[in-house]
């Protein structure tokens, strides 16, 4: 079946410009993550999804960081006035349910650039 | 708080030959354990878990690992090494006791490159 699919695949943006990220989960996964994989960080947890609401937003770096879900799939990740230290791989996941043995399959992800 | 440790940034290994890239975590309670493999310009693809039972779980493309509670670890091991193995290995936890803000997430090691030379 299909996987998880994230859109756009490559992103490059002035500093200062706002950029969407699209995630598109797994179909009947109703948990939905969002991390980010850049060179010095490695692997960041954002965001997660259950349904619609987000109980975990612990991750988001900033105030400029939102992200939202809607008819419990797509999922949107919004940056406003993109800075240089955004530039990374903005990777979503979905998983079939929330308890904790549960994996989770990623998407390709979203390079994202800032210049 | 959860945290894994992959002591290795890389290893190398000749094909055919076995392979093991290490994992070390901590965590308050029993651990779930997860590897992940990543190669060039893709996401992350799931390979096995260890979430109770038996201490050696077997996962995709001949890999394996061993679950230790006394040394904490997780290893990931495969008896033949093959070319196309060669890729970026991850290991991350999850606290399923963890009931506060963090037990949603899974916590990624920094990760091993593996290269397997022909």
């Known amino acids: 079946g299909a996987g998880v699919s994230q859109s756009p695949s490559n992103k490059v943006t002035e500093k200062g410009k706002d950029v969407e990220l699209r995630c598109d989960p797994i179909?009947?996964?109703?948990?939905l993550y969002w991390y980010r994989q850049s060179l010095g960080q490695g692997l960041e947890f954002l965001i997660y999804f259950q349904g619609n609401s987000a109980p975990d937003k612990s991750g988001l770096p900033s105030d400029r960081f939102s992200a939202e879900r809607t008819g419990g799939s797509v999922s949107t990740l919004t940056i406003q006035r993109t800075q240089q230290e955004d530039s990374a791989v903005y990777l979503c996941?979905?998983?079939?349910?929330?308890?904790?043995?549960?994996?989770?399959?990623f998407g390709p992800g979203t390079r994202l650039t800032v210049t | 708080a959860q945290s894994v440790a992959q002591p290795e940034d890389q290893v190398n290994v000749a094909e055919g030959n076995p392979l093991t890239v290490k994992c070390t975590y901590s965590v308050s309670g029993n651990p779930y354990l997860f590897w992940y493999v990543q190669y060039p310009n893709r996401g992350l693809q799931f390979l096995l878990k260890y979430i109770t039972g038996d201490n050696l779980v077997k996962g995709s493309y001949g890999f394996e690992a061993e679950f230790n509670k006394s040394q904490t670890s997780f290893h990931l091991k495969k008896p033949s090494a093959l070319v196309s193995d060669s890729a970026l290995y991850f290991c991350a936890v999850r606290d399923p006791r963890d009931s506060g803000a963090g037990s949603y997430q899974l916590t990624f090691g920094k990760g091993t490159k593996l290269s397997v030379i022909p």
């Open positions: 179909s009947g996964h109703t948990a």
């Open positions: 996941a979905s998983s079939l349910g929330q308890g904790a043995s549960y994996e989770q399959y």
